[in-house]
């Protein structure tokens, strides 16, 4: 019976381990970040969510970010009927059951931009959800940037500000803070300098709340069911060391 029991304990110690691991490794920033990484609270069960962030990179992020892992028809997982998907998502000649990839040529992108734009199928996996929420609230005005934006979390990004017109413009208030004994200017808040089509910051934090919802489902369509499956699985295992246990008790008890 012993036996069973150090077998049951090293199970959980095991998968006690892997959340641990998930939660404060994978599931936080660098250490290095220059600004502190603000909570995605993303959750994959929130299908209003992931609809409105869906239709928020089909409207701002497709036309340069492609999902080469996800079909126009997997959007049906969300809550997007198929209908939908054909007369909404689809915004060129293709077909529901072809890759989320953007129209422009590789060749093109690289001209424009200097580098091609990633594509954004497991930025939730290389990254982490508390990241890429984080990177879309801190764009900020700056006028000596060739984008004219840059970034409190990707300092000098070449990527422009795609939804500051949902968000507004915004300037940062630069503070002087002694770092390794030097000093060095640091944000600390912003002020509007013009409001966009979202008039309270709430709003816009919600819509980056959803594009990272949809970002970090696009990363992994089935993981809620993958998850669902894992909690059967632990579910089982309970059961079937509660059943072992009643047996082995059963077999030894003569033997004591």
Same mark, same amino acid.
């Given at each position: 019976m012993k036996k069973w029991i150090y077998a049951f304990y090293a199970l959980m110690a095991v998968l006690v381990s892997a959340v641990a691991y998930d939660r404060f490794v994978v599931g936080t920033g660098g250490s290095h970040d220059p600004v502190p990484l603000q909570a995605a609270n993303v959750d994959m069960s929130d299908k209003e969510s992931l609809q409105r962030g869906a239709k928020v990179f089909?409207?701002?992020? !497709?036309?340069?970010?492609?999902?080469?892992?996800? &079909?126009?028809?997997?959007?049906? /997982?969300?809550?997007?009927?198929?209908? #939908?998907? /054909?007369r909404q998502m689809i915004t060129n000649n293709g077909k529901a059951g072809d890759l989320m990839q953007v129209a422009s040529r590789r060749e093109d992108a690289a001209k424009w931009f200097g580098v091609p734009p990633p594509d954004l199928s497991l930025v939730a996996s290389a990254r982490n959800p508390d990241w890429i929420y984080t990177y879309l609230i801190s764009f900020y005005? #700056? #006028?000596? &940037?060739?984008?004219?934006?840059?970034?409190?979390?990707?300092?000098? $990004?070449?990527?422009?500000?795609? !939804?500051?017109? *949902? *968000?507004?413009? %915004? $300037?940062? %208030?630069?503070?002087? %803070? *002694?770092?390794?004994?030097? /000093? $060095?200017k640091v944000i600390e808040g912003y002020d509007m300098q013009r409001a966009g089509l979202l008039e309270k910051p709430e709003d816009y934090q919600r819509m980056a709340h959803d594009v990272t919802n949809f970002l970090t489902w696009a990363s992994e369509p089935d993981q809620l069911s993958r998850k669902y499956i894992g909690f059967g699985v632990l579910a089982f295992l309970l059961i079937l060391f509660f059943l072992a246990r009643q047996l082995s008790k059963n077999y030894w008890k003569d033997i004591h």
């Open positions: 089909r409207d701002y992020c !497709l036309s340069c970010h492609g999902l080469s892992s996800v &079909r126009y028809n997997q959007l049906v /997982k969300i809550g997007i009927s198929e209908d #939908d998907i /054909k005005r #700056d #006028d000596e &940037r060739p984008t004219g934006w840059n970034n409190a979390l990707f300092p000098n $990004v070449g990527m422009p500000h795609a !939804l500051w017109t *949902e *968000e507004g413009i %915004k $300037v940062p %208030k630069f503070v002087e %803070k *002694e770092e390794h004994g030097e /000093k $060095v």
